[in-house]
């Protein structure tokens, strides 16, 4: 299956906003006073929220959070992470 250069792209936004939020978290664990990080840290969520249901408009569920019709609907296609294994490494 061909995945498009643009669900391509926001899947690896998603998982690089994913990882900073994480990250970020686990900075402020240490550093609950640092005003910049937290900021950054909030809007890195704000805007992976809303990439995360971008996304799931228009292509698939990223997580089974989700209600689905009958049949059941929760992944017909490759999974995330081998969308990128689906296109040769590209």
Not at 1 to 6: H, N
Not at 46 to 52: I, R, S
């Amino acid at each position: 299956m061909k995945i498009d250069r643009e669900r391509l792209e926001m899947l690896k936004e998603i998982m690089a906003l994913d990882f900073s939020s994480i990250e970020l978290n686990l900075y402020l664990d240490t550093h609950p006073m640092d005003q910049r990080a937290l900021a950054v840290h909030n809007d890195y969520g704000m805007k992976l929220k809303k990439l995360k249901e971008e996304y799931e408009e228009k292509y698939a569920f990223l997580t089974h959070e989700n209600v689905s019709d009958c049949p059941w609907e929760w992944i017909e296609e490759p999974w995330p992470w081998e969308i990128d294994y689906e296109m040769g490494g590209r």
